[in-house]
């Protein structure tokens, strides 16, 4: 069956360090999505983007970078890592505008 | 400053009781609404939509209605089981705007046996 998979599904990690989170769909959608869910604020924006290539700031974007080589996998990169950043990260997908998005599992970052 | 608010954190029906969740935004542009419904450890799914050409959308338990005067939809369930016991969350998008989803900030439901 095809499905949305993120690994790892948590991680606890230091103020400064480099971390990547990964996102991995094999429906083939190009849209591709990158979210964090805080208490209080529901699910922002982060990155997302359209297709191959192609990436997009969302309204939370600052402190965090993505990469679409592929279809399949958006990665989330957080440069440096700061406390304000642990929160759950969700990415989703559709196949195109309109389209329903689809989220994967989450992924739990703490940053100590 | 949230364009799409939820603003009861949470909601506690006793099972085969009507559930009703409410959702309010600002932004008039938003011309497509839906519920996602979340469970611990595990991602939003999606629930119901109502576009904005509707008033109520149906699907067997779950009644989306919507109010574009009052900018306010909200979320019926009936009768609440156990196991709709989960977070809710509204969102809205407009079409011409790529169709990005705006979540609110979710609605706790508790249903009691």
């Known amino acids: 069956d095809a499905e949305i998979t993120q690994s790892p599904r948590h991680k606890i990690t230091e103020t400064g360090r480099q971390v990547t989170l990964a996102c991995h769909q094999t429906?083939?959608?190009?849209?591709m999505f990158w979210y964090r869910q805080d208490l209080g604020h529901g699910l922002r924006l982060i990155h997302y983007s359209y297709g191959v290539q192609d990436t997009n700031k969302g309204e939370v974007s600052d402190g965090y970078s993505v990469s679409r080589s592929n279809t399949e996998d958006l990665p989330l990169t957080l440069e440096s890592a700061a406390s304000s950043q642990t929160s759950v990260y969700f990415c989703a997908s559709r196949n195109r505008d309109g389209d329903t998005q689809y989220f994967g599992p989450g992924t739990r970052l703490t940053v100590l | 400053d949230q364009q799409v608010k939820q603003n009861s954190p949470s909601l506690s029906v006793q099972e085969g009781r009507i559930s009703i969740l409410n959702c309010d935004y600002t932004?008039?542009?938003?011309?497509?609404f839906l519920w996602y419904k979340k469970y611990p450890a595990e991602g939003p799914t999606f629930l119901i939509s109502i576009s904005s050409i509707k008033d109520k959308n149906e699907d067997g338990r779950f009644t989306v209605f919507l109010n574009k005067s009052a900018k306010h939809l909200s979320l019926h369930i009936v009768p609440s089981q156990p196991g709709d016991s989960a977070v809710y969350f509204c969102a809205a998008s407009a079409t011409g705007a790529g169709n990005m989803l705006t979540f609110g900030g979710g609605t706790r439901l508790m249903v009691k046996p």
């Open positions: 932004n008039s542009m938003f011309d497509y």
């Open positions: 429906w083939n959608h190009n849209n």
